[in-house]
T-cell receptor, first 113, second 115 residues
Framework: AQKITQTQPGMFVQEKEAVTLDCTYDTSDQSYGLFWYKQPSSGEMIFLIYQGSYDEQNATEGRYSLNFQKARKSANLVISASQLGDSAMYFC??????????FGIGTKLQVIP | DTEVTQTPKHLVMGMTNKKSLKCEQH?????MYWYKQKAKKPPELMFVYSYEKLSINESVPSRFSPECPNSSLLNLHLHALQPEDSALYLC??????????????FGAGSRLTVL
């Protein structure tokens, strides 16, 4: 069984500041993948960043970086230079075996001008 | 073409109706997914098709019937639904690679209201 935990129901960040969204996970799989998705109020799920369990380097995609600490089973998302358009729900997700992708409960991020 | 297209965007149906949600992708992905998302909740996996065969059914009630006619199309047939089935239904697709990221690409969703 796999489990994703996001403990921050809501976060505020000042525009242009950096923010870290927390995610911890639990799995018995040796090989797994971790994802972050953004869901604006319009409803579409937008892929942000991916980290494989065997990747030695932390993933980065533009203003997004993933702070992967395998021993602590954490995969925190860091958004640098926040923009107003970053206001959305953010979901951490994990893929274990058999194509099954499980989502955490999400964190609502609000960027303040 | 990097889109997953879902139709209809909105659907209102009575409890005795039969309707279908449709999903199409042309990215050559061989896995397709149905998720259900209630308001302020995360997406919940319903079904996964791999190579056009049903590989995961998360104990979904039989009033939801998935179908994968070919590698590009995924349907969700709805019959005798309950008001609590009202939700956003998200379709997604991904590659199937042993050591790849297999990122899910989502459609915009079909918002279903059951009266």
């Amino acid at each position: 069984a796999q489990k994703i935990t996001q403990t921050q129901p809501g976060m505020f960040v000042q525009e242009k500041e950096a923010v870290t969204l927390d995610c911890t996970y639990d799995t018995s799989d040796q090989s797994y993948g971790l994802f972050w998705y953004k869901q604006p109020s319009s409803g579409e799920m937008i892929f942000l960043i991916y980290q494989g369990s065997y990747d030695e380097q932390n993933a980065t995609e533009g203003r997004y970086s993933l702070n992967f600490q395998k021993a602590r089973k954490s995969a925190n998302l860091v958004i640098s230079a926040s923009q107003l358009g970053d206001s959305a729900m953010y979901f951490c997700a994990m893929r274990g075996g058999y194509q099954k992708v499980t989502f955490g409960i999400g964190t609502k991020l609000q960027v303040i001008p | 073409d990097t889109e997953v297209t879902q139709t209809p965007k909105h659907l209102v149906m009575g409890m005795t109706n039969k309707k279908s949600l449709k999903c199409e992708q042309h990215m050559g992905h061989r896995a397709m997914y149905w998720y259900k998302q209630k308001a302020k909740k995360p997406p919940e996996l319903m079904f996964v098709y791999s190579y056009e065969k049903l590989s995961i059914n998360e104990s979904v009630p039989s009033r939801f019937s998935p179908e994968c006619p070919n590698s590009s199309l995924l349907n969700l047939h709805l019959h005798a639904l309950q008001p609590e089935d009202s939700a956003l239904y998200l379709c997604a697709s991904s590659q199937i690679q042993l050591s790849g990221a297999n990122v899910l690409t989502f459609g915009a969703g079909s918002r279903l209201t059951v009266l």
